[in-house]
């Protein structure tokens, strides 16, 4: 009973311990005051944001550790840095010191058990942390993926852990829609599609072991054109990630697909990906209006011809050429509780949607109930354009591309048109 008494005091103190350091963390988030017009965002009632840093780069993905220090990694260097550390040392949620390491431009970047993970084009390096999430030795990486392979064409590495030891890694498909001549017009699809047996889908790879090349990895799904997000959700324990879908239906098959199909078709879609699945790239595209894997006319399809059904169905479909280009399971306790578990989709923005206004420019919110999508999604920070009407990506001011979760539970984005951090608090009731 003594033993019983002493384990259930433990654990209470754990639990206030746990309480006391969300209270404190939210304190200090409410210390922070966001910027008078929220970054020039447009946010639901009880959040506020404010810019972190302007001007640091083409900024990619991006990860924050315990202690608040943002990792932005960029796609180009600036000067020899690939990867900035952006720090907070008054407190004030606003960056004052800026230093960096890295010398390789990229996408992806995460933290894990202790370690800073990064991508360039072609590698994937790590970092060891500190007890205060710094980078031990910033210009001694450990290389654990090298040889990847890197077209010019949907190239960028994104990442992501799970909790076994394994890291995932996007290898594009260097192809719109393998035909024999890339984005000829009426030029018919490779079949079997042969970039499928190096890219055009998800790696699996451990991420402790160094050097590893095609041959120590595993396809861990394929048919996926290009995912620049993805996620590992510890609540389902899977991968989900959102893929950039085709383009250029009417200006390669004009026969079949008008100006206005063309703006509205594919959908971006989001799937949770299971080892050997396949989302069928090449070989359909899904049409959300209505609701089916269609087959892509490069292989026979008239726009109205169904795709096979052994492909993966999306279990989410958003409007067309948004590129959605980070995905974020929300597991922090700051925001309201419709918010907990469900996913944030940063929308890169589209190029390709004339003769109707480009879409996108924004984050997204995707509830989820019992582990799955509810099928309903809303935008959930806009304003990064700085238009209302955007007729080109010219016309953008800012486009969101990272998102992360700091450790009291705000939400991050980057911009990688002028290299604006953002972060969004919840002080709502």
């Not at 079997?192 to 699996?204: E, K």
């Not at 894997?293 to 026979?300: Q, R």
């Amino acid at each position: 009973m003594l033993r019983f008494s002493v384990l259930l005091l433990a654990g209470c103190l754990l639990a206030s311990n746990s309480q006391a350091n969300d209270t404190l963390q939210n304190r200090k988030s409410a210390a922070i005051m966001p910027d008078a017009d929220n970054a020039g965002l447009k946010l639901p009632t009880g959040f506020s944001a404010l810019k972190v840093a302007e001007n640091v780069g083409r900024a990619r993905h991006l990860v924050v550790n315990s202690q608040g220090d943002v990792y932005v990694k960029l796609s180009g260097k600036v000067g020899d840095k690939g990867i900035l550390v952006l720090r907070d040392l008054n407190k004030d949620g606003r960056t004052e010191e800026v230093t960096g390491f890295g010398n390789y431009g990229g996408t992806g970047i995460a933290i894990h058990n202790g370690y800073l993970y990064a991508s360039s084009d072609e590698e994937v390096f790590r970092y060891k942390l500190n007890v205060n999430g710094a980078v031990e030795t910033p210009y001694q990486p450990e290389k654990i993926i090298t040889g990847l392979i890197n077209r010019r064409q949907h190239e960028s590495k994104s990442i992501t852990l799970d909790k076994n030891g394994n890291i995932y890694v996007n290898i594009g498909a260097y192809s719109n829609s393998c035909q024999v001549k890339d984005r000829q017009p009426g030029s018919l699809g490779m079949n079997p599609c042969p970039i499928l047996d190096s890219a055009g889908g998800i790696w699996q790879f451990k991420s402790d072991v160094l050097n590893q090349t095609y041959g120590n990895g595993v396809r861990f799904a394929t048919g996926l054109r290009n995912v620049v997000g993805l996620d590992w959700n510890n609540q389902t324990n899977s991968l989900y990630v959102t893929q950039h879908g085709r383009d250029q239906l009417n200006s390669l098959f004009p026969q079949f697909y008008d100006t206005t199909t063309n703006a509205n078709l594919p959908a971006e879609t989001m799937y949770e990906m299971k080892q050997g699945d396949n989302a069928g790239w090449p070989y359909v595209y899904y049409d959300p209006f209505q609701n089916k894997k269609m087959l892509a006319p490069e292989y026979g399809g008239d726009g109205k011809t169904e795709g096979s059904a052994v492909y993966k169905n999306p279990a989410m479909a958003f409007p067309a050429h948004m590129a959605p280009n980070a995905l974020l399971f929300y597991t922090g306790s700051m925001f309201p509780e419709k918010y907990k578990n469900g996913a944030f989709i940063a929308f890169h923005g589209s190029w390709n949607r004339s003769p109707l206004p480009q879409e996108g420019y924004y984050v997204a919110f995707v509830p989820f109930e019992n582990g799955k999508p509810t099928g309903k999604w809303e935008i959930f920070a806009n304003g990064f354009a700085g238009v209302d009407v955007i007729t080109s990506t010219r016309a953008a001011q800012h486009r969101p591309c990272g998102l992360a979760q700091g450790p009291d539970g705000s939400l991050y984005v980057s911009d990688d048109n002028k290299g604006t951090i953002y972060r969004i608090l919840y002080n709502g009731k």
